[in-house]
């Protein structure tokens, strides 16, 4: 990329001096033809100026979106509870944030030719627990999640019962290994004793191609994890 953006800037600059010389020529000989054949030069080194600066431009930019969205995810996670950014019971983003953020990092995916997997967690039997056991088990769960991810990463309460994780530049393998991490946490942690969770994953583009879809194969990987019993992890099914 580097030898082809070189050569276009050496053209670059060999179109221009001639446009120079025949405008210059033009101008002394007071020759019209000379000076549209100067014109056309100078639209030429117009066209390759533009194609080499546009992808530098274009990934610029790119980086730009991305850093602005990891300022945003930091910033959400650190303010206050209360302002309604972050759920209150699991300290995670609220599930308002999971669409809009799936929907950006999916469509930055196809852009930089990268995958982005997306984990939903349940804890089992939760739907049984009584009031203050389901938030102390969703607070638990809420915190070693914060801990297992990335900064890049996006952590969200999906609906009453499920927890996200929207993991940046990470395959199928790697949200396997990250789930794997936060179970072993979970079991590990005080808070977290006696609890077990099951966990649905799919990731883009290996198990869908836009945002609807990977939540969808997600969801169905996570019901499969929880027919097959406590503490599984389901990847889902290609096609």
């Given at each position: 990329?580097?030898?082809?953006?070189?050569?276009?800037?050496?053209?670059?600059?060999?179109?221009?001096?001639?446009?120079?010389?025949?405008?210059?020529?033009?101008?002394?000989?007071?020759?019209?033809?000379?000076?549209?054949?100067?014109?056309?030069?100078?639209?030429?080194?117009a066209m390759l100026g533009a194609s080499l600066v546009g992808p530098h431009t274009a990934a610029r930019a790119d980086a730009d979106l991305l850093a602005a969205e990891v300022r945003r995810l930091h910033e959400?996670?650190?303010?206050?509870?209360?302002?309604?950014?972050?759920?209150?019971?699991?300290?995670?983003?609220?599930?308002?944030?999971?669409?809009?953020?799936?929907?950006?990092?999916?469509?930055?995916?196809?852009?930089?030719?990268?995958?982005?997997?997306?984990?939903?967690?349940?804890?089992?039997?939760?739907?049984?627990?009584?009031?203050?056991?389901?938030?102390?088990?969703?607070?638990?769960?809420?915190?070693?999640?914060?801990?297992?991810?990335?900064?890049?990463?996006?952590?969200?309460?999906?609906?009453?019962?499920?927890?996200?994780?929207?993991?940046?530049?990470?395959?199928?393998?790697?949200?396997?290994?990250?789930?794997?991490?936060?179970?072993?946490?979970?079991?590990?942690s005080p808070a977290g004793e006696g609890i077990t969770v099951s966990a649905g994953v799919a990731c883009y583009p290996s198990h869908a191609l836009d945002a609807d879809e990977l939540i969808l194969r997600a969801?169905?990987?996570?019901?499969?994890?929880?027919?097959?019993?406590?503490?599984?992890?389901?990847?889902?099914?290609?096609?």
């Amino acid at each position: 990329m580097v030898a082809v953006s070189r050569h276009r800037f050496t053209l670059l600059v060999l179109v221009g001096v001639a446009g120079l010389a025949v405008g210059v020529v033009g101008l002394v000989a007071d020759a019209a033809v000379l000076g549209l054949a100067a014109g056309v030069l100078a639209m030429v080194a117009a066209m390759l100026g533009a194609s080499l600066v546009g992808p530098h431009t274009a990934a610029r930019a790119d980086a730009d979106l991305l850093a602005a969205e990891v300022r945003r995810l930091h910033e959400a996670r650190t303010e206050p509870a209360s302002s309604g950014a972050v759920d209150v019971t699991t300290g995670l983003l609220d599930s308002t944030l999971l669409e809009p953020l799936l929907l950006q990092r999916v469509a930055a995916a196809r852009r930089q030719l990268h995958p982005v997997s997306l984990v939903l967690v349940r804890i089992d039997g939760i739907e049984g627990f009584a009031a203050h056991d389901r938030e102390h088990a969703l607070g638990a769960l809420g915190a070693v999640l914060r801990k297992t991810l990335r900064e890049a990463d996006g952590a969200f309460r999906a609906d009453d019962v499920t927890v996200a994780a929207l993991l940046e530049n990470t395959s199928e393998a790697g949200a396997v290994w990250a789930t794997e991490r936060l179970r072993g946490l979970l079991h590990s942690s005080p808070a977290g004793e006696g609890i077990t969770v099951s966990a649905g994953v799919a990731c883009y583009p290996s198990h869908a191609l836009d945002a609807d879809e990977l939540i969808l194969r997600a969801a169905h990987a996570l019901d499969d994890a929880m027919v097959r019993g406590r503490d599984h992890v389901v990847v889902a099914q290609v096609d």
